[in-house]
């Protein structure tokens, strides 16, 4: 199943001279880029520095660097839950350039809030600092899809996904590795404090050079009962057939890298008996492989949206995921005897363990795969979506990853708490994409009516 690019005024008409000078560095991208770039690595920066204190300076117990932690996480994600509705409403109605100021605007002043949490270690204000980020975070979320399809022609519509999607990972890895590296730091929460002020203040600069845009539904009317309209929007989205399939796509790629990042760290110290290192290193293949996909995907197919292979990279996923958890269980015998012994694998001990090596390659190899998966569905989504409904349709599709991704942390906890192992629950999650393979599969053999 392919998408034929509609006759839509929304899409731009090719730029010759933005051609020329290359599309990354193009006036109607690069700033757009640097803008959505800043603000993921921003969250992570500040998010990555909160936990850090957490655990090492604000909690007294296990239990409660638990139940901190945990309660820091739902507080970020749950404005996505309240105010997308609202967002994708605001950014079809007014025009997204100058909802991008002011969004950018208000993300100085909350990380001057969070400056000062860092500083004084007070946790009220951490908190409230981080669920202000979330609700920024969850206002720009609309905007960040919605508006590529505007500053951006026919052509370039998928590599524009492809570098947002890519550069996501990265910016999340980049921000929680600088995050949790510098705040340990002599000093380290005055240096974290100027980071993210700083780091915001450069997102509102980068968003003063963002193309303008026209609004495109200005006699929409703005429901602000946030739980009526966000059942409305759903309800309208799932309308527009196509697009409501790649949000569920989508959602469900949310729902399995939730659990992977997640579960990394627990995964390398209890399955494969590693240390800090060999996290990092997982991490930071998996991100690169997200980029490296998204990449790739746009390098090979151009412009030409291509969901037939799909089922198939499902697939993969689901081999190159059992067979991480094989491996894995192939070295339980000898991993027991590291533990009791008190000690953990270093990644230069760990290159060289075989056959639990592997694992890094398969989740490398899954990332990949997963970087592929997800660009040509933001652009399904996009190209199958009217323009003035377009931010509505990214605020369903954030609203449904976001629930998701609190599915997972749910049967996750479940599975701990039923006494399941980590591997086991693994593998029940591949079992489960298979299903999702198979459903991909089904659809593309419906003709759909838009």
Known sequence: MSTKIPNSPSLKAADPADSDRGFFFSRSFFALFWVQFLGAFNDNLF?????????????????????Y???????????????????????????????????????????????????SLQMEWLYASLFLMGVQSAFFGPIKYSILPEVLCEQQLQRGNSWFSGSTFIAILLGTLVGGL??????????????????????????????HTMSQSQ???????IFRSTVQMIRCGRSYKQAFFAVLAISWFWFIGAVLLSQIPAFV??????????VVAFLTLFSVGI????????????????????????????????????????????????????????????????????????LFALAVIGGAYIVPLYTHLQLQTPAESRARMVAVNNILNALLMAVSSLLIMLGYLFDLS???????MAIMNLFVAAGFYRYQGKPTVE
């Open 269 to 278: 110290k209890y399955t494969l008996v590693a240390d800090e290192s060999v």
């Open 182 to 211: 510098v705040v340990s730091l002599e000093n380290g929460t005055q240096w974290m404090a100027l980071a993210v002020v700083l780091t915001a203040f450069l997102g509102y600069l980068a968003s003063l050079k963002v193309p």
């Open 69 to 119: 932690i945990t309660l820091a996480a739902g507080l970020f994600i749950l404005p996505f839950f309240l105010f997308s509705s609202l967002a994708g409403q605001l950014a079809d109605h007014f025009p997204k350039t100058v909802l991008i100021r002011k969004i950018k605007l208000a993300e100085i002043l909350i990380m001057f809030s969070g400056a000062i949490g860092l500083l």
């Open 219 to 225: 006699a929409l009317r703005i429901d602000r009962n």
């Open 422 to 428: 980590l591997p086991t629950m693994l593998v029940v």
């Open 47 to 67: 998010k990555n520095a909160m936990v850090m204190l957490i655990a090492f300076q604000l909690s007294r117990s296990g239990e409660e660097t638990g139940l």
């Open 291 to 362: 980029a490296l996909g998204a990449g790739l995907v746009a390098k090979l197919f151009g412009s030409k949206v291509e969901l037939s292979l799909h089922p198939l990279m499902l697939l993969l996923m689901t081999l190159l995921l059992l067979l991480s958890v094989w491996v894995a269980d192939r070295f339980a015998q000898d991993a027991l005897h590291i533990m009791q012994a008190g000690s953990l694998i270093g990644l230069s001990e760990f290159i060289g363990q075989w056959p639990q090596n592997l694992s890094l390659l398969f």
